[in-house]
Each structure stands twice: as structure tokens, then as C-alpha cells.
């Protein structure tokens, strides 16, 4: 079993930064990639960016390359979300993955 706790979501203006983060615990974290996606109301939830165990391979959405920086501290069992850049369109629940384990979700919220 695997818990994760998504926090650092608020509301934010456009242009602004937000840092969220999944702490895991239950097992093992480092051995496991972790996703970030997210769900904007009456949207599917979407993928915004992944990185592998190591932190070595990362991935991110067309939509905010440039702009979200995944990373990871495995010693913290904590994978971050920098997002800096914030556009109203970036609204939503953010959740963290791994394997089959979701967390609860952060709200991040971008004013225009």
C-alpha cells in the first residue's frame, strides 16, 4: 500500500508561481515513477508531467513545457511541481500517481 498526499495548491494570479508536492509513504518510493496529472471542472483529467524513479527521464505536456518543472527527493519521499508562469487555463485539481495509487488532489486555482 501506497498513501499520497498532494499540498501546496492555492489561488494564484495570473503570471505567478505555485510549488505543489506528493509526499508518499506506505513503501519504497524511489524505486517508482511518479506522475503529476490534472482535472480542470467538466474536463478529463489530463497528464502534465512524469519522472522515473531515478529522476533521470522526465516527460512533460505539450501545454506547459516550458513552464512546470517535475522533480523528486527520494531521501524526502516527496516528488514537487514547480509551476511558475500560471495561466487561468492551468485551473484545476492537480493529483499525483504511482503505479496504481492516486492522491487526493490540490486545487490550484489561476485568476486573470
Known amino acids: 500500500q501506497v498513501q499520497l498526499a498532494e499540498s501546496g495548491g492555492g489561488l494564484v494570479q495570473a503570471g505567478g508561481s505555485l510549488r505543489l508536492a506528493c509526499a508518499a509513504s506506505?513503501?519504497?518510493?524511489?524505486?517508482?515513477?511518479v506522475e503529476w496529472f490534472r482535472q480542470a471542472p467538466r474536463k478529463d483529467r489530463e497528464f502534465v508531467a512524469r519522472i522515473s524513479g531515478s529522476g533521470s527521464s522526465i516527460y512533460y505536456a505539450d501545454s506547459v513545457k516550458g513552464r512546470f518543472t517535475i522533480s523528486r527527493d527520494n531521501a524526502k519521499n516527496t516528488v514537487y511541481l514547480q509551476m511558475n508562469s500560471l495561466k487561468p487555463e492551468d485551473t484545476a485539481v492537480y493529483y499525483c500517481?504511482?503505479?496504481?495509487?492516486w492522491g487526493q488532489g490540490t486545487q490550484v486555482t489561476v485568476s486573470s
Open positions: 506506505g513503501r519504497t518510493f524511489s524505486s517508482y515513477p
Open positions: 500517481r504511482t503505479d496504481v495509487y
